[in-house]
């Protein structure tokens, strides 16, 4: 997939039908297609329901979609297992416990993030040079994470779990980095802390971003692109100039709108 074919990412004619032939069928998408370019960092917003979580589920493999393709770099990889996928995607989810191992240390889970796809070994336990190479890449963080690599995750705050759980999402060479709610369980100053850093590492790395949150000022302030969804369809797509000249205050009419209409 490293070719010159780059690793622009394309959904296409996705159908995905939810408990299909029962009374609570629900068709969610219905042809939907969206392509992201190499490099590109897409926020995306949407009532729920919208599709939102279930698009990025369908990019990662964790579920199967009813017909069309995923495309990354041209291959299709719509058959692929969602753990051969995993290996070229780094995800941070909304809650803070699922991107790393509570019960085990700082430095055991960016020894386990480090090692993403190859086989290993944990007894063989973490040489000195690694542990100076992971408190490097904490200290940025300016979150005081590199003194405290013998503490379990478990007893860190939610910001700076997500502060490590961003960095181990990165830490080997991925086509895309998955961002699902991942600031919605902070307060509001830890949030603005983790998407300025979340902005430091696309810049550094160039990875291809998505980025799905509930905070439209985010989605405004942050990445390139905008994308809001609504029952399975994208209804607003705005990227580069256009989007530089948005106002959250356009977004959040457009999204109240359909909310009535919708009668939520």
Known sequence: MRGNEGHMLELKGIWKNY???SVNELCLFRDFGLTVQDGEFVAVVGSNGSGKTSMLNIICG????????????????????????????GRVYQDPSRGTCPGMTILENMSIADNKGKPYNLGRGVNKAKAEHYRELLRPLNLNLEEK????????????????????????????????????????????????????????????????????????????????????????????????????????????????????
Do not use: W
């Not at 964790?62 to 995607?89: A, C, P």
């Open 19 to 21: 408990n299909p032939g």
């Open 149 to 264: 690599m013998d503490f379990k995750v478990g007893s860190l705050s939610g910001g700076q779990r997500q502060a490590l759980a961003l960095l181990m999402a990165t830490m080997t060479p991925i086509d895309f980095l998955i961002l699902d709610e991942h600031t919605a369980a902070l307060d509001p100053k830890t949030a603005e802390t983790i998407m300025e850093l979340t902005d430091r590492v696309v810049r550094e790395k160039k990875v291809t971003t998505i980025m799905v949150t509930h905070n439209l000022r985010h989605a405004v302030e942050y990445g390139n692109r905008l994308v809001m969804m609504h029952e399975g369809k994208v209804i607003l797509d705005k990227a580069g100039e256009e989007k530089a000249r948005l106002k959250t205050e356009e977004i959040m009419g457009i999204f109240n709108r359909i909310s009535v209409e919708c009668g939520n």
């Open 62 to 89: 964790s579920i199967e979609v009813d017909r069309g393709q995923i495309l990354v770099g041209g291959t299709d990889i719509v058959r692929q297992k969602d753990f051969l996928r995993q290996r070229r995607i």
